[in-house]
């Protein structure tokens, strides 16, 4: 299989929210975050206005790609993220917000953030300590750093620890 080049991720943690918030009303809404189906993929394409290849990512059996939908409306990808559980962390592979919650017109905000916040408690589950980590696109390394708290590994490794895991998990996740 063709190895993708890792040139970086670059997705805007627009807001920290409690769940994902509708932009217009304020409301909040419960998420939930299960494995993707394959079935699910054909819905993920460049013509629907996905950037990433989802198909080719969930076919590394070493990944597991995620789905993000709210809790009474299980249909609507709302955003998605590929991982990868290594010894002592989880790696994040890629992170995408449905194209409906991106740039001035998005409908939803929060979405990367409790993407995140969910590898960040998958790690503690796994007993990792919530150790997360992710090379990033180096104009953005400053943003993670403030918004989410990681740390600049060097390179564009990012890191986030467990500290910063446990803000995130609180926020996203309040009965974990």
Not at 110 to 136: D, K, T, Y
Not at 137 to 156: M, N, T, W
């Amino acid at each position: 299989m063709k190895k993708r080049k890792n040139s970086g991720l670059d997705f805007i943690v627009d807001k920290l929210t409690n769940s994902i918030e509708n932009v217009i009303t304020g409301d909040s809404f419960p998420t939930s975050i299960v494995l993707l189906s394959k079935d699910e993929l054909k819905l993920l394409t460049k013509k629907t206005g996905w950037v990433f290849d989802w198909k080719s990512e969930f076919k590394f059996p070493e990944r597991d790609v995620y789905k993000l939908t709210i809790v009474n409306n299980q249909n609507i990808i709302q955003g998605l993220l590929s991982l990868q559980i290594k010894n002592d962390h989880v790696y994040i592979h890629l992170i995408e917000s449905a194209p409906f919650n991106k740039g001035q017109v998005k409908i939803y905000s929060g979405v990367p953030a409790n993407l995140v916040a969910f590898a960040c408690q998958l790690s503690f589950q796994r007993g990792h300590e919530g150790n997360v980590s992710f090379i990033s696109k180096s104009q953005i390394v400053k943003h993670y750093e403030e918004s989410l708290g990681a740390v600049h590994f060097g390179g564009r490794l990012m890191i986030i620890e467990k500290e910063s895991a446990l803000k995130l998990i609180d926020k996203y996740f309040k009965n974990f």
